[in-house]
């Protein structure tokens, strides 16, 4: 038997019809001075093998070597190494964002091509964007309000459009992942007259177009943490800001009468060379009239900051 392979396996001493695999072997069970044994073997190999035993006392005459007294639990694999784990359906990356803010996806049914359009009332809630979805189509409508913006060239996975009222939105991007271009999630919020306020979050990896402008008002956006990828910022009688985490990681091509071209994340490392060949995530925020912000969904803005401020103010805190 020498040079033969040798495998290790292991099992209770007790058990009966022992298996390397598919075959089935013989087990010599014996006494020694550490405790019973067993010894595993055939015509063709020699296992190593770690059983479970107990050592005999001196005192008890009537040990018997085919049983075991007390059996341990059963034999349990070790966890496989991170690289064996399976992926989830979202990615680490992308479930980032809601783990940092500590928030959690809400329990309501999610949508897909949704459209919401506003005469002169605002929009606000929350929606949950599944681009996986399948939806019935959509019925003929006899009012045409707002046609002259829409757009029948790219249909939105989520589309927000105001008119005379304000926009304020937090959506949730959902679903299974995908890295194709030609599926990446397309989500708009436009307002003439009015500001537009939208939080993103997102539960999985697939790429995403977002665009939010606003003609006559501000334009406020938080997105993932995880977000890398172009972002384009117009303005022309209004300022830009970013939060200090997004200036960190923000890398600024151009600033050329209003027109600001951007990268958060490195670029060199994804072999950024231009969005015609782009096929990740990209951001276009825009506001003729108003101010524009970009931020990151787990950082505390302006807004939170003073209310925080005012609320341990009058707590005493």
Same mark, same amino acid.
């Given at each position: 038997?020498?040079?033969k392979?040798?495998?290790?396996?292991?099992?209770?001493l007790?058990?009966? +019809?022992?298996? #390397?695999?598919? &075959?089935? /072997?013989?087990?010599a069970? !014996?006494?020694t *001075?550490?405790?019973?044994?067993?010894?595993i073997?055939?015509?063709?190999?020699?296992y190593?093998?770690?059983?479970?035993?107990?050592?005999?006392?001196?005192?008890?005459?009537?040990?018997?070597?085919?049983d075991?007294?007390?059996?341990?639990?059963?034999?349990?694999?070790p966890?496989?190494?991170?690289?064996?784990?399976?992926?989830?359906?979202?990615?680490?990356?992308a479930?980032?964002?809601?783990?940092?803010?500590?928030?959690?996806?809400?329990?309501?049914?999610?949508?897909?091509?949704?459209?919401?359009?506003?005469? +002169?009332a605002? #929009?606000?809630g &929350?929606y /949950?964007?599944?681009?996986? !979805?399948?939806? *019935?189509p959509?019925e003929?409508?006899?009012?045409?309000?707002?046609?002259a913006d829409?757009?029948d060239?790219?249909?939105?996975?989520l589309?927000l459009?105001c008119k005379n009222?304000?926009?304020?939105a937090?959506?949730?991007?959902?679903g299974e992942d995908?890295?194709?271009?030609?599926?990446r999630?397309?989500i708009?919020?436009n307002s003439?007259?009015?500001?537009?306020?939208?939080?993103?979050?997102t539960?999985?990896s697939?790429p995403?177009?977002?665009?939010?402008?606003?003609?006559?008002?501000?334009?406020?956006?938080?997105?993932?943490s995880s977000?890398?990828?172009? /972002?384009?910022?117009?303005?022309?009688?209004?300022?830009?800001?970013?939060s200090?985490?997004?200036?960190?990681?923000?890398a600024?091509f151009?600033?050329?009468?209003g027109?600001?071209v951007?990268?958060i994340?490195?670029?060199?490392?994804a072999n950024?060379?231009?969005?015609?060949?782009?096929i990740?995530?990209?951001i276009?925020?825009?506001?003729?009239?108003?101010?524009?912000?970009?931020s990151?969904?787990?950082?505390?803005g302006?807004?939170?900051?003073?209310?925080?401020?005012?609320?341990r103010?009058?707590?005493g805190?």
């Amino acid at each position: 038997m020498q040079g033969k392979e040798r495998r290790q396996i292991t099992k209770s001493l007790a058990a009966d +019809n022992w298996h #390397i695999g598919s &075959t089935a /072997v013989d087990v010599a069970r !014996l006494s020694t *001075p550490e405790g019973n044994m067993a010894i595993i073997t055939d015509d063709n190999e020699m296992y190593d093998v770690k059983v479970y035993y107990q050592k005999p006392s001196s005192e008890d005459p009537t040990t018997n070597t085919n049983d075991v007294s007390s059996e341990p639990p059963p034999y349990t694999p070790p966890p496989p190494a991170p690289s064996q784990l399976p992926r989830s359906s979202s990615s680490a990356s992308a479930s980032t964002s809601a783990r940092a803010t500590g928030e959690s996806c809400p329990n309501v049914p999610a949508s897909n091509f949704l459209t919401i359009k506003r005469e +002169n009332a605002s #929009i606000k809630g &929350t929606y /949950v964007i599944d681009p996986t !979805l399948q939806i *019935p189509p959509e019925e003929p409508s006899s009012s045409r309000a707002l046609s002259a913006d829409d757009d029948d060239n790219i249909k939105k996975n989520l589309n927000l459009h105001c008119k005379n009222g304000s926009i304020s939105a937090t959506v949730w991007l959902v679903g299974e992942d995908s890295q194709d271009e030609l599926h990446r999630a397309a989500i708009d919020a436009n307002s003439k007259n009015g500001s537009v306020n939208l939080k993103l979050n997102t539960t999985t990896s697939r790429p995403f177009t977002l665009t939010a402008f606003s003609q006559n008002g501000s334009v406020n956006v938080a997105i993932p943490s995880s977000f890398v990828g172009p /972002v384009e910022i117009n303005t022309r009688n209004g300022s830009v800001s970013l939060s200090d985490l997004m200036t960190s990681r923000i890398a600024t091509f151009s600033d050329i009468d209003g027109k600001r071209v951007c990268y958060i994340g490195d670029f060199k490392e994804a072999n950024y060379t231009g969005r015609k060949g782009w096929i990740g995530s990209t951001i276009d925020l825009g506001s003729h009239n108003g101010h524009v912000r970009l931020s990151f969904v787990d950082e505390r803005g302006p807004t939170e900051t003073a209310k925080g401020f005012w609320t341990r103010l009058f707590r005493g805190t």
